[in-house]
């Protein structure tokens, strides 16, 4: 099993977005995927009651419990657990990060959002973990901000993601309703930008990206 931890600092960075889309990828591409919910505000438990199904195992979870609810996944058979964490919580950011296999810190290309990320970032080599940046919320026209973020971060030697994740109104239509914007839309962009982002993820996890393998390359 590969444990992949969504973290920021900064709320409103689409970590939950980040960990959903992800978790419908996985499943969609045969795989057993759980989600587990540290954020007291249970978005993404908010996103499973909508969705009404039962396909994607999403349950909230105190992070003094994470080392346990891991290891009873993987005796389950689960092949990937997506673990969401709040905005503000250093304490819950680590007990997640010191559980990773990976680690992605989504970001808005904006100054008070990149600040917050170093905090993250510096958390995750901290604990030894690869890590790397997806800029999210970008708009669909990139301005100096996007490509100025991408050169700044390299310049430091941070991993940036190549799949950049873009405002696109398909993510919060999808989300009203408990879908993915995979199923909202599988010929949009938004969806298109969700499996080349599963793919990425599948490559630094060093795990297989299932049945999408294929649909990917």
């Not at 994607?56 to 005796?75: G, Y």
């Not at 296999?101 to 990149?114: R, Y």
């Not at 301005?143 to 696109?168: D, K, N, Q, S, W």
Request: charged letters at 20%; aromatic letters at 6%.
């Amino acid at each position: 099993m590969k444990t992949l931890v969504i973290a920021s600092q900064k709320g409103g960075v689409a970590k939950t977005t980040t960990a959903t889309e992800l978790a419908y990828a996985a499943k969609s591409a045969g795989l057993a995927v759980a989600v587990l919910d540290t954020d007291p505000q249970a978005t993404s438990c908010f996103w499973a009651a909508a969705r009404g199904q039962d396909d994607i195992a999403i349950s909230p979870v105190f992070p003094a419990l994470l080392p346990s609810r891991i290891k009873a996944l993987e005796s389950a058979g689960c092949d990937l657990a997506i673990i969401d964490t709040p905005a503000v919580s250093k304490d819950t950011a680590s007990a997640a990060i010191q559980l990773a296999d990976f680690v992605i810190i989504p970001t808005k290309p904006a100054a008070f959002d990149l600040r917050s990320m170093l905090e993250t970032i510096a958390q995750a080599r901290a604990l030894e973990k690869p890590y790397a940046i997806v800029l999210t919320l970008c708009p669909a026209l990139h301005g100096v901000e996007v490509m100025a973020t991408m050169t700044r971060m390299a310049e430091l030697h941070h991993e940036i993601c190549p799949v950049l994740m873009h405002h696109y109104i398909a993510y919060p239509r999808a989300q009203k309703h408990g879908l993915s914007v995979q199923e909202l839309d599988p010929a949009g962009k938004a969806a298109a930008e969700v499996r080349q982002l599963y793919a990425y993820t599948c490559r630094r996890l060093d795990m297989s990206a299932g049945a999408s393998d294929s649909a990917a390359a």
